[in-house]
T-cell receptor, first 120, second 105 residues
C-alpha cells in the first residue's frame, strides 16, 4: 500500500523560500499525478500544483494564482517529489499536503500533512 | 479557471438523518468529480470518484450523483462517525476544490 510522508521546515521567514519534500513508499511513481495541496488554518483546500510522471517523461501544472512562485519537481532516485514556494508571506501559512492522484479517480492517497508557519 | 461552489457551508443534522450536499461547477466537468471527507487534524479521505463511484471500504450509505455542472453527495442515514467536513473536487482541468460543507450536530 502506497504511503506518502511530507518533510521540511515548520517555520519559514517572510520573503524566504518554503521547501518541502514528499517521500513515496510502497509503490511506483510512474503513471500517476503527484500533487501539493494546502489548507490555511480553519479554511478550505487549495491545489498548489501537480506533476505527471510516466517513465522518462513528466509534466507540471500549477495553480495560476501561485504559478510565478511555485516549482514542483521529481527525484525518482529517491522516490520523492518536492515543492518550492518563493517569496512567502503570512498568507502562505497553512498545512501542506502531498497526494497521489490516480487518473479518472482522484486523490486516493494523502500524506498526513505538515504545518508551515511564515513568521519572523 | 473552473470554480466549484458547494452548499450549504454548514449543515446541522442528527443521527439517522438523510443529508444532501450540492456542488456546482462554473462550466461542464463531465463526471470528473470527487468527494472527500475530512476530520479535524486529518488529511482528507476519498469517498467517491467520477461523480458516483464509491471507493472500496466506504459505507454504502454514501452515494454521489450528477454530471456536467451539478452534483450531489447524499448520506442516506447519518451515523456518528459521519460528522465531518466534506469537499468536492473537480479534476477536469487543473484541480479545484469546493469551499467545504461542515456536517454538525
Amino acid at each position: 500500500q502506497v504511503q506518502l510522508q511530507e518533510s521540511g521546515p515548520g517555520l519559514v521567514k517572510p520573503s524566504e523560500t518554503l521547501s518541502l519534500s514528499c517521500t513515496v513508499s510502497g509503490g511506483s511513481m510512474s503513471g500517476y499525478h503527484w500533487g501539493w495541496m494546502r489548507q490555511p488554518p480553519g479554511k478550505g483546500l487549495e491545489c498548489i500544483g501537480y506533476l505527471y510522471y510516466a517513465g522518462n517523461t513528466g509534466s507540471t501544472v500549477y495553480n495560476p494564482s501561485l504559478k510565478s512562485r511555485v516549482t514542483i519537481s521529481l527525484d525518482t532516485s529517491k522516490n520523492q517529489f518536492s515543492l518550492r514556494l518563493t517569496s512567502v508571506t503570512a498568507a502562505d501559512t497553512a498545512v501542506y499536503y502531498c497526494g497521489r492522484h490516480e487518473f479518472g479517480v482522484g486523490l486516493d492517497t494523502w500524506g498526513q500533512g505538515t504545518l508551515v508557519t511564515v513568521s519572523s | 479557471d473552473i470554480q466549484m461552489t458547494q452548499s450549504p457551508s454548514t449543515l446541522p443534522a442528527s443521527v439517522e438523518d438523510r443529508v444532501t450536499i450540492t456542488c456546482r461547477a462554473s462550466q461542464s466537468i463531465n463526471s470528473w468529480l470527487a468527494w472527500y471527507q475530512q476530520k479535524p487534524g486529518k488529511a482528507p479521505k476519498l469517498l467517491i470518484s467520477k461523480a458516483s463511484s464509491l471507493q472500496s471500504g466506504v459505507p454504502s450509505r454514501f452515494s454521489g450523483s450528477g454530471s456536467g455542472t451539478e452534483f450531489t453527495l447524499t448520506i442516506s442515514s447519518l451515523q456518528p462517525d459521519d460528522f465531518a467536513t466534506y469537499y468536492c473536487q473537480q479534476y477536469s482541468t487543473l484541480w479545484t476544490f469546493g469551499q467545504g460543507t461542515k456536517v454538525e450536530i
